[in-house]
């Protein structure tokens, strides 16, 4: 998501988020998703944007806002790190259930990639 620029900054391109209701809602209406125990993700193809964009939702369910603004830093950071291995021309939306409040950066890394893995959003380059 955020590229480091030459004095090292990482300047998030705002044209990679998903910020507004329109966009959401498309995703939801014509979206695909799947699920785990900790995420749901929601993806959208778009043939007009070269890369990917996320959206993250944290219900007032899960906690409180110090909890809901954790877990969007915490699952755009595991997004930046992975950013390679993801499909192009998609909207993403990752929703986030109250199983993963509890679990370590760790294993939020794994169920990331495992939802994704099971959406076929992960590029097909083997590790």
């Known amino acids: 998501m955020c590229k480091r620029d030459e004095q090292g900054e990482a300047p998030c391109k705002k044209k990679l988020r998903l ?14 998703s799947f699920a785990n125990h ?9 043939r007009e944007v070269e890369q990917f964009r996320v959206g993250i939702s944290a219900s007032k369910k899960i906690g409180n806002a110090v909890v809901r603004n954790r877990m969007r830093r915490i699952v755009k950071e595991i997004v930046r790190h ?20 509890t679990k370590s950066y ?3 890394e794994k169920s990331v990639l495992h939802v994704l893995r099971k959406a076929s959003l992960l590029k097909s380059t083997r590790r």
């Open 82 to 101: 992975h950013e390679q291995e993801l499909v192009e021309q998609i909207d993403l939306i990752f929703i986030v259930r109250k199983g993963a409040v």
């Open 106 to 108: 760790q294993e939020l």
């Open 38 to 46: 900790q995420f749901v993700v929601y993806w959208f193809r778009r």
């Open 19 to 32: 910020r507004n209701r329109a966009d959401f809602g498309r995703v939801y209406r014509h979206g695909k």
